[in-house]
Every structure is written in C-alpha cells, then in structure tokens.
C-alpha cells in the first residue's frame, strides 16, 4: 500500500450530538437487525432454496446500502455521537461476519478466507478501541476500498452460481481474492500505524498530553 492510503490520524472530537438517538444512529441500528435476518433467509435449506437465497442477497444490498446512508446523515447533520462510533464497526462486523461463515459452513466458500478475514477485522475493531482514548482512527482510502470489494465479492457468491454461467463462478472467486488481499495489506497497514501511535503517546510527558 502506499503512504496515500495510510490511515489518517485525527485528534478525538467531542460527540457534536446531545441525543444518541440520531436518524444516523437509527440507520444503523437498522443494519444490525438485518444481520440475523439476512443470516436467517440464508440458512434456509442449506442455501439451497432459491427464493430464500435470492432474499438473503436482497437483505445483504439493503444493509451494505445503509452503510453509507448512516455516514451521510451524520455528516450532513453534524451528529457524531460515542453511540454511533461504537455500533457503526459493529454492524459492519456481523453482516460480512455472518456472510462469510456460512457460505464457508456451505462449502461455497473456503474456510481460511473468512479465518483471515475476520481476524483482519475483529482485529483492527480491537485496535481502535485502544486508540481511541488517544486518536480516531477512520478509514483510510484502502480500507474503503476493502469493504467496497468484500460487499461485491460476498454478493456475487450469494448469487445462485450453480445456476450461472462459469464466468460469474469465476469473477466472484478473483473478485474476493482481490478482497482478501487488500484487506490483509491494509490490516498491516493500520498495525503499523497504531502502533506508531502508541509510541508517540508513550513518548510525550503526561503533563503535556494531559492524560495518565
């Protein structure tokens, strides 16, 4: 990766919202409940149902679209609150989570791909929960980049392939091969950043950071 797509480290801003319960907040809360339901429309006979799979990658849209609708309503109104910085991961965790486990306990999938990557992501979450008493870790452009990649990879292999032409079989495979790999180089990346982090904390006296 290159530096450009470094994260950014930016100062902890106060929550700008009085009320947690913001329509950004209600979004995502929104894309929680759909996790079980999509994991649900999913595992009806094994996958194997056509109207229950076609649902599940209907619910799996829906809920990747909410994502960036909840980032535009807090943006656009200024309602960042400690709320939505905790459930936003979250949510995002327990779609491609779900997603990913059982298309590997269906066998469309291979199992060390969804090891890798959500050891990546739960590891990363982890990460930015230390940090964040420090420094807000956003996104960087190839952390965008990676989820972008993991949604279209995911919904390709929740499409009924066996019933698709072999090209689709094979553009899903490259597709999340491509997924995997971004999302490894920007897990380095985003260890390598917290930790130089952490170094800088540790290297400023407490009375000049103001914190223990």
């Known amino acids: 990766m290159t530096s450009g797509s470094?994260?950014?480290?930016?100062?902890?801003?106060?929550?700008?919202?009085?009320?947690?319960?913001?329509?950004?907040?209600?979004?995502?809360?929104?894309?929680?409940?759909?996790?079980?339901?999509?994991?649900?429309?999913?595992?009806v006979d094994g996958g194997q149902d056509l109207r229950w799979r076609l649902a599940a990658l209907g619910i799996f849209v829906l809920a990747?679209?909410?994502?960036?609708?909840?980032g535009w309503l807090a943006r656009r109104s200024d309602s960042v609150t400690d709320?939505?910085?905790?459930?936003?991961?979250?949510?995002?965790?327990?779609?491609?989570?779900a997603a990913l486990v059982l298309l590997s306990w269906?066998?469309?999938?291979?199992?060390?791909?969804?090891?890798?990557?959500?050891?990546?992501?739960?590891?990363?979450?982890?990460?930015?929960?230390?940090?964040?008493?420090?420094?807000?870790?956003?996104a960087s452009r190839g952390g965008k980049l990676k989820t972008v990649l993991q949604t279209v990879a995911i919904g390709l292999y929740l499409l009924p392939?066996?019933?698709?032409?072999?090209?689709?079989?094979?553009?899903?495979?490259?597709?999340m091969a491509v997924a995997v790999l971004v999302t490894v180089l920007t897990g380095v990346d985003y260890v390598r950043t917290g930790l130089r982090v952490r170094a800088e904390q540790r290297a400023v006296p407490p009375a000049v950071t103001g914190r223990p």
């Open 83 to 97: 709320l939505g910085k905790m459930l936003d991961p979250v949510a995002d965790k327990l779609l491609v989570g």
């Open 161 to 175: 392939l066996d019933r698709l032409p072999l090209v689709v079989d094979v553009l899903a495979a490259v597709v």
């Open 64 to 70: 990747a679209a909410t994502d960036r609708v909840d």
């Open 6 to 43: 470094s994260p950014r480290v930016v100062d902890v801003p106060p929550a700008t919202a009085s009320s947690p319960w913001t329509a950004a907040n209600v979004v995502t809360m929104l894309r929680i409940l759909l996790a079980p339901a999509f994991a649900a429309a999913l595992a």
């Open 106 to 138: 269906q066998g469309a999938l291979a199992w060390w791909v969804t090891v890798v990557v959500l050891v990546r992501e739960l590891g990363i979450t982890v990460l930015r929960m230390v940090l964040l008493r420090y420094v807000v870790l956003p």
